[in-house]
């Protein structure tokens, strides 16, 4: 599966932006999406998850509240919405997938970038 991140881009404090991860080569029926970050100087974060076929999220505690994924199954593309977005939430942002909890995440995207101004 290849994975295309886009949507990142400057925004102040406040802010929201929505980042998107278009899936192509096949569907994302029981795959667990996840959303990445490395902000400069820094070991890349997690930052939250979604599995395909339940919906189910979760999040770090650093987005909790602020940050919110879904996905579009006709467009087999994930989304990132991030609210009231923080200098701290600098960063590149990844997507990558997961065929299952016990796998690691094999597939990634290339990253898309975010900066928040304070």
């Known amino acids: 599966v290849q994975l295309q991140a886009s949507g990142g881009g400057l925004a102040q404090a406040g802010d929201s932006l929505r980042l998107s991860c278009a899936a192509s080569g096949r569907t994302l029926n029981n795959y667990i999406m996840g959303w990445f970050r490395r902000a400069p100087g820094k070991e890349r974060e997690f930052v939250g998850s979604?599995?395909?076929?339940?919906?189910?999220?979760n999040y770090a505690d650093s987005v909790k509240g602020r940050f919110t994924i879904s996905r579009d199954n006709a467009k087999n593309t994930v989304y990132l919405q991030m609210n009231s977005l923080k200098p701290e939430d600098t960063a590149v942002y990844y997507c990558a997938a997961r065929r299952t909890v016990v796998d690691s995440f094999g597939f990634w995207g290339q990253g898309t970038q975010v900066t928040v101004s304070s």
């Open positions: 979604i599995n395909w076929n339940t919906r189910g999220t």
